[in-house]
């Protein structure tokens, strides 16, 4: 899909570990190898992603996320970071969604870089990246959510001065 060309446009590229380094951990099976487990009737991927937390009193949890699909090409107007906690989502389907993540520069987002995952891929955002909200395509879909819970400020938002475009790398 294509979007308006306002210079503010970007193309997803496919979620790949390398190109994801600097802002987490893209939650694979492809990245471990497995150990069994229950008398070698599971396997176990082990530590695939760590959930940092900072605090007093500062804890892990995990939900569960219904999300609706967005329309697309997308318009990404916000992007928060959690600076206590890093935060992973994990897809308990095989639908792709998009990740959309910034740079920091001196305390506010960069240019946006957007990912659009592989079957079954989630991502461990790290402590206090910019990133995209939850922005599942094409279907409603449900996510295991792992971060931070406890007292203390750990959402900050911020609102660009103009939206980005994001599109669908072409169908090839």
Same mark, same amino acid.
């Given at each position: 899909m294509t979007g308006p060309t306002n210079g503010r446009t970007l193309t997803a590229q496919p979620l790949t570990a390398a190109a994801f380094a600097r802002f987490g951990r893209v939650i694979d099976t492809a990245q471990g190898v497995p150990?069994?487990?229950?008398?070698?009737?599971?396997?176990?991927y082990h530590d695939l992603a760590a959930i940092d937390v900072i605090g007093d009193g500062a804890h892990v949890v995990l939900g569960l996320v219904e999300a609706?699909?967005?329309?697309l090409p997308l318009r990404l107007t916000?992007?928060?970071? +959690?600076?206590l906690g890093a935060q992973a989502f994990v897809p308990l389907n095989a639908a792709p969604f998009l990740v959309i993540v910034?740079?920091?520069?001196?305390?506010?987002?960069?240019t946006p870089q957007a990912f659009v995952t592989a079957p079954h891929q989630g991502v461990c955002y790290a402590r206090n990246i910019w990133h995209g909200v939850l922005t599942p395509f094409g279907a409603a879909q449900n996510f295991v959510v792992i971060d931070r819970g406890g007292p203390g400020?750990?959402?900050?938002? +911020?609102?660009?001065?103009?939206?980005?475009t994001v599109c669908l790398p072409a169908a090839g």
């Open positions: 150990r069994p487990m229950n008398a070698g009737m599971a396997q176990r609706q699909p967005y329309a916000l992007v928060e970071r +959690h600076p910034c740079p920091d520069e001196a305390g506010l987002p960069g400020d750990n959402l900050q938002e +911020h609102v660009f001065d103009a939206p980005w």
